[in-house]
Every structure is written in structure tokens, then in C-alpha cells.
């Protein structure tokens, strides 16, 4: 199991009780994988298992749940016209993550069942895409943790 600890971390944190993390069922992650023509790395599916629909406060305000999942790609390449990036996104990138339609996280599904995830952020002078986790897991670690800070803060509670 690659998310034990982010699920024990999301508990922990009371950023989601047990019962708000509402996971896609097998048959959805197989429906997305055919639609999409890849296959998902193991800790992704995982998320998606666990997670897919909803995380409680975890990740709300993010496009990352499964509803949004095939139109996040087309999503991040349009940010990446606007801003006149000059690197296009691998041919086997998958993005699962973009926040506020400004920024976005992607991993590449040829890297392993717990693939580095890279990002892009808008108003940067990057002209290459920041690799920002060696593994998907830690980059939701990274916002359990993030996002626990806030609630604890009374930021985002």
C-alpha cells in the first residue's frame, strides 16, 4: 500500500473522517484507464480507490476528483498556450492536479507505480517543468501536510 500513512495522516489531522473519503470503484478506474488508452501507476489507483470522489477538507477547492479527471489534460495544455509555455507536456503525461486553473501537477505513466510528479505555475520564470516529488505519494503527503497546517492555522478550517 503506497497511502497508508496519507490516509492515517488524513484521519489524524481531521482533514477527513473515514467515511468522507468516498473512492471510485474498481470498474470506474478501469472505464477511466480505457477512455484515456493508459494505465494508471499503483499508487495512483490507489488514490482513486480510496479517494477518487471526495477527501473531506482534503484537496477541496482543487480539481483533482475523479469528475474532472478527463478534462484536466486539455485544461493544463490551454494554460500552457495562454502563457506561451515553451515546453509541451509529454505525450504520456497524466495530470491529476490543477489548482484554481493557475497551476497544475502531472506524472508520466511510463515512470513506475509511484512516479515522480512535475508541476507548472503561472506567472514563474520556468521555462522547463519543475519536477517537484520523487514519488506521487509524497507529493499527497505533502498536502496532507500542507493542508493540516492551514485547518491548525484557522486558514483554511
Given amino acids: 500500500m503506497y497511502l497508508h500513512k496519507v490516509k492515517k495522516q488524513l484521519i489524524e489531522l481531521k482533514l477527513a473522517s473515514p467515511d468522507e473519503l468516498l473512492g ?5 478506474v478501469i472505464k477511466l484507464e480505457a477512455k484515456l488508452g493508459i494505465l494508471l501507476p499503483k499508487a495512483y489507483q490507489e488514490f482513486l480507490l ?3 470522489n471526495s477527501a ?7 480539481d483533482c476528483f ?10 493544463a495544455i490551454a494554460l500552457l498556450e495562454e502563457n506561451s509555455f515553451p515546453a509541451s507536456l509529454p505525450e504520456d503525461a497524466f ?11 502531472f506524472f508520466r505513466v511510463s515512470q ?5 510528479t512535475y508541476s507548472y505555475c503561472e506567472g514563474t520564470n520556468e521555462t522547463a517543468f519543475v519536477k517537484s516529488h520523487d514519488r506521487y505519494s509524497d507529493f ?3 498536502e496532507v501536510e500542507i493542508h ?8 483554511g478550517g
Fill in 24 to 28: 471510485c470503484t474498481q470498474d470506474e
Fill in 50 to 52: 480510496l479517494m477518487g
Fill in 56 to 62: 473531506g477538507k482534503f484537496l477541496r477547492g482543487s
Fill in 66 to 75: 475523479f469528475r474532472d479527471l478527463p478534462f484536466l489534460k486539455d485544461w
Fill in 95 to 105: 495530470v491529476f492536479f490543477m489548482h484554481q486553473g493557475y497551476q497544475f501537477s
Fill in 112 to 116: 513506475g507505480d509511484d512516479p515522480p
Fill in 140 to 142: 499527497l503527503m505533502t
Fill in 148 to 155: 493540516g497546517k492551514y485547518l491548525f492555522s484557522g486558514i
